[in-house]
């Protein structure tokens, strides 16, 4: 199958997922760039999201035989399989438009670190369920607005990938926010867990409504969004949600002063990328 779009839709394709299933993941999408945007920032700019989507992905996938229920296990996994589906288009995007002929799978397996733009939040190292279910709270809250707003953007794939994302992004927000319900206004150890959760992946919150200047030229540009526009609605849909988990917001602290879209990364990303990559490096050139 050619097209992403039908291939969510084959409910009789046995390899059925947002992120497989179709050989080229910009088939049927207008891949013209538009005027007045800056190639080179277009790339910049969907390495990105698209990063922040295959990092995010992998940690849930290390979910897989971890999770406290067979249940949650294959929600997670259908969650990562989403954004490795934004992933994929996003990643092929960014190599057709700064016309390095790069294709997704180089961008994914033969960067090294420095050249990855994800933010942190995606990367740290997953702490408990408590935990992550907290920095997918957090993650997808962010980044529904920002797709929310970027379904209009005037790049028609960004607008493409935004308006299918949104979707599957609002499932991963109120999943999200169901578990830090339940577990926030639950047993004493489980509100333990989630409040430490929550402190944990709170110092990583403030450098997502930081602009890089690429993010801020694309806006002014209508290609993209200024993520400094989404503490609001952040802020008004965490508030709801930990008022319903009868939680207490952490006070706000910034883990250091390095920026993830600045190249600027943990170690944490260096040991992901040493087993998300390992297979493609060790056979490079190889296809199954």
Known sequence: MADAYEAINDADDP???YGTGFADPLAGVDTRLPGGVDARDLSAYCLMLGDDALVMSHRLQEWCTHAPELEEEVALANIALDLLGQARLLLSRAGAADGSGRD???LAFLRG????RNVRL???ENGDFGQEMARLL???TWRLALLDRLASSRDPVLAAVAAKGVKEVAYHRDYAAGWVVRLGDG????????????AAVWPDVAELFVPHEVEARLARAGAGVDPATLREEFDDV???????ATLTRPSTTVAGSGLGRGGDHTPALTRLLDELQSVARAHQGATW
């Open 238 to 244: 965490i508030g709801q949600v930990l008022t319903a």
């Open 187 to 198: 047993t004493p150890y489980s509100r333990e867990r989630v409040t430490e959760g929550l």
């Open 104 to 106: 997704e799978d180089a």
């Open 138 to 140: 957090v993650f997808a």
């Open 122 to 124: 995606a990367e740290a």
């Open 113 to 116: 670190p420095e050249e990855f």
């Open 15 to 17: 390899r059925w997922a």
